[in-house]
């Protein structure tokens, strides 16, 4: 079955993209082994656990730049703040950074299928330095407007990220679906007008959901499925 709608909103974590978790530790090591290059001796078990907690701040829009995050990272750890520590943490980012999200099998071709049919906004609850991601993993082209939580300073399901995506898509919410993983995400969707899709990947899917009876308009397996509906 078609639908339609003007706009489709799209999150990015276990949406359109995973977390590799083996390499992610293989990065959270790498941080370690860098700290200790500069004689800063931490466990991996510390610094996974500061990541984790800033992190989530970062995602509420505490910070703004990668530099802060270092910053905070490293006095959270009672390591000096140095400039070329964090430059050095930051290079092992880079070398990092697009081995541990990993798109799912078919998002481009199914957001290349989407974009000749809808306006389409990437709606993203995530940290600083995001932005600089979606670049790299080449998805920044597919959307008319990235909305992320670091920048708009809400996270979903708060409703002003979405209003944040439909104002710059010009539409009102029942002209548009938001496509996601989490029923928390979806909720906040469905509060404001907006049409839902739920795509069954990733383990978090409950994770922060007021009704976990919640029924989406449509339900998928994975997001290559999703042309299906639209």
């Known amino acids: 079955m078609t639908m339609i709608f003007k706009g ?14 083996v390499r992610n530790r ?3 090591a790498a941080l370690v ?9 931490t ?8 990541l984790a907690s800033i992190y989530l701040n970062s995602t509420k829009g505490e910070m703004k730049t990668l530099q802060e995050f270092w910053s905070l990272m490293l006095t959270k750890l009672r390591i000096p703040d140095r400039p070329v520590l964090i430059a050095a943490l930051q290079n092992v980012r880079n070398d990092y ?10 998002v481009p ?15 993203s609850n995530c940290g600083v330095g995001t932005d600089k991601l979606i670049q790299s993993l080449g998805l920044v082209g597919f959307f008319d407007c990235v909305t992320l939580s670091y920048q708009v300073g ?4 708060d409703k002003c990220i979405y ?19 989490e029923i928390s995400d979806l909720e906040g969707a469905r509060g404001i007008g907006l049409e839902t899709i739920l795509v069954l990947q990733g383990s978090n899917t409950f994770q922060e959901a007021r009704d976990l009876n919640f029924k989406p308009d449509f339900q998928v397996t994975k997001i290559s499925e999703v042309t299906r509906i639209l």
């Open 97 to 106: 950074a697009t081995m541990i999200w990993k798109l799912y099998d078919e």
């Open 33 to 41: 082994a860098k700290l200790k290059e500069f004689g800063h001796d």
């Open 163 to 181: 209003l944040e995506a439909l104002r710059y898509l010009g539409f009102r919410a029942n002209e548009c679906v938001f496509v996601a993983d």
């Open 43 to 50: 466990s991996l078990e510390d610094l996974a656990s500061v």
């Open 154 to 157: 809400v996270r979903k399901p």
């Open 26 to 28: 293989e990065y959270e």
């Open 8 to 21: 489709v909103l799209i999150d990015f974590g276990d949406t359109l993209a995973y977390l590799d978790e």
């Open 109 to 123: 071709a199914t957001l290349g299928i989407l974009k000749k049919k809808y306006k389409l906004a990437l709606v």
